[in-house]
């Protein structure tokens, strides 16, 4: 699976967009980008994902360059409860989720 | 909101005694996945399950673990002989389809004294 680079941390300001790159230069064209979230130790949670289209649900928007090495998702409208670990992970259709470091998002008031 | 259901929440055991965590997934779901994640680290990939059979395994799941669909709605996993290192939060995943989002549950705490 493709390697992930992202941020360690950002801020966002409450009620904001919040933007979380992510680098994947050696994706492959099989290679699907998901995007999850972990809070304070909970489960993971999906969030989204793509192949080559923007994509967008109740959750969040991910964009997606157009070579595919790299894609934002954002957050169009922080919230507090929105202060989580949020992991950008390539996977193959089909294979295993591979989990990274992950970017820590602090939503602050 | 269907889910997936972990228990024990939290298991605190002896070094050398066997643990089994138990998971409900989502009813329809066939792919069925074990994470673990020590505290302060990554989540780690260890089983996943298909068909009554592993899919795929890393090299964290040795000889000393393994997983089983008992019936038709249990996925454990057991820890025949738990170290010390063995200490994390345990995650369960279930998916409906091969390329499918996987759905994760709360966890179960394992501390091995």
């Known amino acids: 699976d493709a390697k992930t680079t992202q941020p360690p941390s950002m801020d966002c300001a409450e009620g904001r967009a919040a933007n979380l790159p992510c680098n994947h230069s050696?994706?492959?064209?099989?290679?699907?980008v998901y995007w999850y979230r972990q809070i304070h130790s909970q489960g993971p949670q999906y969030i989204i994902h793509g192949l080559k289209n923007n994509e967008t649900n109740e959750m969040a928007s991910l964009i997606i360059t157009e070579d595919r090495k790299s894609s934002t998702l954002i957050l169009p409208h922080a919230t507090l409860r929105d202060t989580a670990v949020y992991y950008c992970?390539?996977?193959?259709?089909?294979?295993?989720?591979?989990f990274g470091q992950g970017t820590e998002l602090s939503v602050k008031p | 909101e269907p889910e997936v259901t972990q228990t024990p929440s939290h298991q605190v055991t002896q070094m050398g005694q066997e643990v089994i965590l138990r998971c409900v997934p989502i009813?329809?779901?066939?792919?069925f996945y074990w994470y673990r994640q020590i505290l302060g680290q990554k989540v780690e990939f260890l089983v996943s399950f298909y068909n009554n059979e592993i899919s795929e395994k890393s090299e964290i799941f040795d000889d000393q673990f393994s997983v089983e669909r008992p019936d038709g709605s249990n996925f454990t996993l057991k820890i025949r002989s738990t170290k010390l290192e063995d200490s994390a939060m345990y995650f369960c995943?279930?998916?409906?389809?091969?390329?499918?989002?996987?759905?994760f549950g709360e966890g179960s705490r394992l501390t091995v004294l």
């Open positions: 995943a279930s998916s409906g389809e091969r390329h499918g989002e996987l759905f």
């Open positions: 992970i390539v996977r193959v259709q089909g294979g295993k989720l591979i």
């Open positions: 050696t994706i492959s064209g099989n290679e699907y």
């Open positions: 009813s329809n779901h066939l792919y």
